[in-house]
Structures are given as structure tokens and as C-alpha cells.
């Protein structure tokens, strides 16, 4: 990183108020195929990750050991943070004919910003490796909700640290936060409903509320009409989003970036829906 990025990033400091250093972090001894694949399609490019840390509201002392202020290191955490809101931003192809949603449902998610999707949230990290990520509701009514993402997702010995998955999480733990926005009960479990039960094998599971493509137009995804027909779950969000990563997206996305995400769709279908298994990546569209 040179001066100039290493004092921009620095500024947030000031910014945010000065904050401890995190303690223990994950390993950053290397990236996975998929987020070098993928970094490579754009290097360090850093009017893009000097946008991304404010649009999802990161705070320096969360990452302050962890890339904070060696952003073009793709092996620490920050680094792959932004790699993989980079995938989401620019990655998708956005055909209304094939699409389960457009490229502004999804940064809409992700973000931090408030809008019809969830209210205000920022994106923070744990050392947890029991979870891919978690969401917690703001305590205060001036306090903010935050999206924590955990050590399997950038740990590169586990198959889900990958741009797509890491985004993908994005989508999901953004949708427990839409569901505390408008006061939906999802279950006690995590913000899932106990299992096994049904067609789910883990405790934790989710309905899968089929619709068909082009059923939401693009920006409407936060839609519902209080039923089964107009409805998103956090685990559905996740599966439809990874499987647009995998089928629908630019012609230069990395093919290890669309295989990891199809894995880890598919594997999220199988196991935890109870009307299961929902949609898999390849399967014909639109039904």
C-alpha cells in the first residue's frame, strides 16, 4: 500500500474515534483460487475499496489488524471483504429474463445504508468458527444494527472462503435484517426455525418460497404481501443470489468464483429448507 492509501484509510480513524486493536484474527497466510482469481480481474483498485468500507459502514478498530491498512494484501481479511463486494457490485449480469434479482436488490442488502431492505447497519468481523456470520439487532433506538462475518469465510482451507460465499453471507445475515425491520418471526433458532424438520438436516431451517424469474422486478426483491406467494427467506436470498453469482453473471467472472459459488448453493439446498431441496444452480429457468 503506498502513502497516500495507508493515509486515506487512517483518516476513517479520526472518522470513527480511535478504537482498541482487535485481538486474535483469521488466517492470513494466503486466499483461496477463487478470491485470486478474482482479484486479479481488478487488482488493487483503490477508489473502490476507499468507496466500499464506508458504504458498508466499517469501523477501524474492527479491522485494524486485519487489512485495515494493507488493502491490496488479498490475504488479510479487509481485502477480501472488499474483493468480495466487488462481486456483487460490478459481477452481475442483470438479465430480466434469467435473474432472480438485479445487482441493486443485492447491494441494497448489503449495505449499510437504510432503505426499504433493512434500517442502518455496519459490517464487522468475528473469530467465531462455529458460524459463517451473524446479525445482531441495534440495542438502542440511536444505536446501529451490525452484520458480522466469521473465520470460515476467510479461512482458505474451508470451501466457503470464496467471493461468492463471503457475499453471499452479505445476503443472508442483510435479510435477518430486514426481517427485524418489519418485525418478522422467522424462528428461535439463530432467526431460523428449529430442525430437522422436513427435507432440513441441521438445526436452523428455512422455507423456501418458490416465485418465478421476473416475478420482482428489479429493486423489489424487499417486497411481500404477508403470504407464501410474494416471500423471502434468509437462506433463500443467499441460494438465489449465489446461484446468480453461478448462472448469471459477467462473462469475466472466474470460473473457480462461479463453481465455489454453485457448491455452496446447492449444498445450502439440500440441507436446509424444509419444503427442500429449493432451487439448485443449472436447473431450467424460469419455472
Known amino acids: 500500500m503506498n502513502l497516500k492509501q495507508g493515509i486515506a484509510l487512517m483518516s476513517s480513524v479520526l472518522a470513527f474515534g480511535l478504537a482498541t486493536e482487535a485481538g486474535a484474527v483469521c488466517t492470513q497466510t494466503t486466499a483461496s483460487n477463487a478470491d485470486r482469481a478474482l482479484w486479479n480481474t481488478h487488482g488493487c483498485w483503490q477508489d473502490f475499496f476507499l468507496w466500499q468500507y464506508q458504504a458498508y459502514g466499517l469501523r477501524s478498530g474492527d479491522w485494524s489488524n486485519r487489512g485495515w491498512n494493507d488493502a491490496c494484501n488479498v490475504n488479510l481479511e479487509f481485502p477480501k471483504h472488499w474483493n468480495a463486494s466487488y462481486l456483487l457490485t460490478y459481477g452481475m449480469l442483470d438479465n430480466w429474463d434469467q435473474s432472480f434479482h438485479g445487482t441493486e436488490d443485492y447491494r441494497a442488502t448489503a449495505e449499510a445504508r437504510s432503505s426499504n431492505f433493512h434500517d442502518s447497519l455496519y459490517h464487522s ?29 476467510y479461512n482458505p482451507n474451508v470451501s466457503n472462503s470464496n467471493p461468492g460465499s463471503r457475499a453471499g453471507d452479505y445476503m443472508h445475515e442483510g435479510w435477518h ?111
Open 125 to 153: 468481523i468475528t473469530d467465531r468458527t462455529d458460524v459463517f456470520g451473524t446479525f445482531t439487532p441495534r440495542f438502542w433506538p440511536w444505536d446501529t444494527d451490525r452484520v458480522e462475518t466469521a473465520c470460515p469465510l
Open 177 to 287: 435484517a430486514y426481517f427485524d425491520k418489519y418485525n418478522f418471526d422467522n424462528g428461535n433458532t439463530g432467526g431460523h426455525r428449529p430442525g430437522p424438520q422436513g427435507a432440513c438436516t441441521i438445526n436452523g431451517c428455512d422455507y423456501f418460497y418458490f416465485h418465478g424469474i421476473s416475478k420482482y422486478v428489479f429493486g423489489a426483491m424487499w417486497e411481500n404481501n404477508g403470504t407464501a406467494s410474494r416471500f423471502h427467506s434468509p437462506n433463500q436470498v443467499q441460494v438465489e443470489f449465489l446461484c446468480d453469482v453461478a448462472d448469471q453473471s459477467q462473462w469475466w467472472i472466474p470460473l473457480s468464483v462461479r463453481q465455489t459459488a454453485a457448491a455452496d448453493a446447492n449444498g445450502r439446498a439440500a440441507s436446509r429448507f424444509i419444503n427442500g431441496p429449493g432451487y439448485t444452480c443449472g436447473s431450467p429457468r424460469p419455472w
